[in-house]
């Protein structure tokens, strides 16, 4: 599977959007994006996933860039219970390969 | 709809002793996959099953060994513990393990191995 490159940690307040962004410039054709969130002491958490559109669900927006070698997920208005370790996957097998993750905090 | 449920929730183990977790999969989901996570790192993957048979596997020893049953659920057993055995054991379940295909973890199993 194609590796994806996040930042370690981003920080947010709470009620403002936050846009977190991946690197994925090796995607095949294939792949899906996959966005799971780990809140502490939990398994992962599916949040969203995506082709080649951009995708909404209750939880958040997918925006994919139109080469697909990147994308930016977005949380709408952050409220504490999102601060979560946020895990971009490229998945082309059903098998999931995680990587480090961007830690959010989020700041009352 | 009932999740998916592990147990035990934690565990402790010395080394060289053997270890079996469970994973009961979620209402019509075929596949279950199992993760180890170290403390401070993202999970990784250990292997899938797919109606009762492997379907990949990750960069793990053959010491880590696993099976699914009819009803779906599974185990995975880990013999002769080594120290670094010590992590959380996630198991996920999907539809059909297929790519695209969301999966649902468990709260995982924290095994200790003293």
């Known amino acids: 599977d194609a590796k994806t490159t996040q930042p370690n940690s981003m920080e947010s307040n709470e009620e403002e959007p936050v846009h977190l962004p991946c690197n994925h410039s090796?995607?095949?054709?294939?792949?899906?994006i996959h966005w799971y969130r780990q809140l502490p002491s939990q398994g992962p958490e599916y949040v969203i996933h995506?082709?080649?559109s951009n995708v909404n669900n209750r939880m958040a927006s997918l925006a994919i860039a139109e080469d697909r070698k990147s994308s930016t997920l977005i949380l709408h208005r952050a409220t504490l219970r999102d601060a979560a370790v946020y895990y971009c996957?490229?998945?082309?097998?059903?098998?999931?390969?995680f990587g480090q993750g961007t830690t959010l905090q989020v700041k009352p | 709809e009932t999740g998916v449920t592990q147990s035990p929730t934690h565990l402790i183990k010395t080394r060289g002793q053997q270890v079996t977790l469970r994973c009961s999969s979620q209402?019509?989901?075929?596949?279950v996959s199992w993760y180890q996570q170290a403390l401070g790192q993202g999970p990784q993957f250990i292997f899938q099953?797919?109606?009762?048979?492997?379907?990949g596997r990750g960069n793990f020893p053959p010491r880590f060994s696993g099976l699914q049953f009819p009803n779906y659920s599974s185990e995975l057993n880990v013999n002769a513990l080594e120290l670094d055995d010590s992590a959380l054991y996630l198991c996920?379940?999907?539809?059909?393990?297929?790519?695209?295909?969301?999966?649902?973890f468990g709260p995982g199993t924290r095994l200790t191995v003293l």
């Open positions: 996920a379940s999907s539809p059909r393990g297929s790519r695209g295909d969301t999966q649902y």
């Open positions: 090796t995607i095949s054709g294939t792949d899906y």
């Open positions: 995506g082709l080649t």
């Open positions: 996957i490229l998945d082309n097998t059903g098998k999931l390969i």
């Open positions: 209402s019509g989901h075929n596949t």
């Open positions: 099953y797919y109606r009762e048979e492997e379907n």
